[in-house]
């Protein structure tokens, strides 16, 4: 979708440190980590919202929390990590294309800020 961050990261028209790609799913390094571990995982397809979802996307917020697993235990982080879907602007959700917060490599305090 034109004029939306994640999907120009996707097609490359913006640069990004990618740590993992398949046909539905990409996952780069965040540009302002908030812990030593910071990925954002997400799907090609646009859905803006996590609210957004349905039958025919459902599947991509599974595949999404795989590769968030996938690359948690590659980077050592299985003692402990958080995995965030902001949803709207009330809860923090700045970029309005669905993205899993893969954040490691710290102790987490409950509840969030
Ligand atoms: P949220 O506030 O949940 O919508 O998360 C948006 C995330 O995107 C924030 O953690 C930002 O630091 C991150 N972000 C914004 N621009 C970029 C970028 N160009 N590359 C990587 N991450 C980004
Ligand atoms: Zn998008």
């Known amino acids: 979708m034109e004029d939306c961050l994640f999907c ?4 490359q028209e913006i640069p990004s440190n990618k740590v993992y790609e398949d046909e539905e799913i990409i996952a780069f390094e965040d540009i302002s980590p ?3 571990t910071h990925i954002q ?3 090609k397809q646009h859905i803006a919202r996590i609210y957004d979802v ?3 996307t459902s599947h991509l ?4 929390t795989q590769v968030a ?3 948690a235990k590659e980077q050592d982080l299985l003692d402990g990590y958080r995995l965030v879907i902001n949803c709207n602007p009330g809860a923090g959700q700045t970029v309005f294309h ?3 917060h893969l954040l490691g490599g710290r102790t987490f305090k409950w ?3």
């Open 8 to 11: 120009k990261i996707i097609n």
């Open 34 to 36: 908030q812990a030593p």
């Open 41 to 43: 995982v997400i799907p």
């Open 54 to 56: 349905d039958d025919s």
């Open 61 to 64: 917020v599974g595949k999404m």
């Open 69 to 71: 697993n996938k690359i």
């Open 98 to 100: 669905i993205h899993l």
């Open 111 to 113: 509840p969030p800020g």
